[in-house]
């Protein structure tokens, strides 16, 4: 049994209350080990050990930052297959997709900002010839980061990386449901010799050792990633404080098919934008929008192409569908699914437990991907983020009604058009009301651009130089010349 602690001041350290919570995996439905269950004081250590550590790092020159950076990232590097493991073990996974995909992309982040930092660019202005006015960007001080369960350290190091960059310090809390990559993260911080409390790690609860990050007074910014309702209560906590937050939250995507690209790679693809990690990732197209002309024979295609979806093991190399995370949020998804049925959605396929599991598996929480047909754009289905391995297919008329269709959720967090009609795709790239479009494809991340959603998706881009801003305070100095 693996015994997950804190990661405070550069050292592991037992929670104050002695408590921990099982830490189980998902794939066989039982504890493997246990996790810290801090609460306030233990919030309150890390904050103090971040405040400590912030004077020397951020007057460190931004080379030094960098190289932390770096050697963070070669260090995960050269254990790939060990994180690689433990965050298909932790999120129930395919190991293949933690290998070539979300590992590398959190090294990928921690590289990125060792980089972007050597070349952050700078603002002056001449007022006429009176003045001139350049902006000073400084470092905000200890920075609360709390990161979701279904890309666990990629999304960490989506914020830690910008955030120690540019001189902040930090207290991350990780997903209670996923601690474990975090926890690797930081042995290998304090292996490469990154300066204690620096990066502070508090594992726990969200309604304790989370909400304590959040309303204590040395913590200005805030970067969440989660669910809406959580970073609606972290926006009404934080507001009297006036923190500064980034809030990544939900989504209900959708992959616009037009009759114009049909094609098996097309088909290919939107399974995978719906299906991919078992459907847990916020931009996972869930609402398939198709060109009422071929909506019969694309659903077809969809539905032979998603019962091919190898179900199995998640540390097989064979898996292509895994686990979810948790026996509650399981129970979740197949609450909704009742729902669909219940308000007369047709099940193309899936619905519930795979026929067939291997032998460890069969306490686990696997549900078959499952294709929907038949409910209104307005349905509970089609309007409220599931996070889960369930799509709906969605016919539209024309393009004016697939935009109406597209836009008309409460989230706006990312879309996928899939067209050969290149002016349209522009058309609509303009009219869709998400933080990402993309153009026949899905999950391209280019980390220099700002990523982030609208409406109930997000609040403040996070990305490229706009992560780096974000963890900044500019100051304008106004300086008179004449
Ligand atoms: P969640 O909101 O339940 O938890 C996210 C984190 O917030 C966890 O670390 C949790 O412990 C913490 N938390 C919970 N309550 C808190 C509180 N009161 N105060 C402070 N922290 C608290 O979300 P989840 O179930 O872990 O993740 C799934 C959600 O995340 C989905 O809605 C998904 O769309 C979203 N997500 C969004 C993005 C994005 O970039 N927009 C990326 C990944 C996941």
Known sequence: ???IVNFINGTFVEPRGGRFLPNMEPAIGAPYGDVADSEEPDVADAIAAAEAAFADWSRLPAERRSRYLTA???RIESQLEAFASAESIDTGKPITRARALEIPRAIA??????GAILHERGEAYITDRSAVNYVLRRPRGVCGLISPWNMPLYLLTWK??????????????PSELTPMTAHLLGQALRDVGLPPGVVNIVHGQGSSAGAALVADRRVRTISFTGGTRTGAMIAAAIAPQFKKAALEMGGKNPAIVFADSMSAATVDAVVKSAFSNQGQICLCGSRILVEASIEREFTARLVERTLALRIGDPLEEATEQGALVSHAHYEKVLAAIAVARDDGGELLCGGGRPASLPHRCRNGYFIAPTLIRGLGAGCRTNQEEIFGPVASIIPFGDEREAIEIANGTAYGLAASIWTNDLARAHRLAEALEFGTVWVNCWLLRDLRTPFGGVKNSGMEREGGDEAMRF???????????E
């Open 1 to 3: 049994m693996k015994r």
């Open 72 to 74: 963070a990232a070669d």
């Open 160 to 173: 830690i990386a910008p955030a120690i960059a540019v001189g902040n310090t930090c207290v991350a809390k």
């Open 471 to 481: 963890f900044t305070e500019p100051k304008t100095v106004c300086a008179k010349t």
């Open 109 to 114: 982040n921690l590289k990125f900002f060792a």
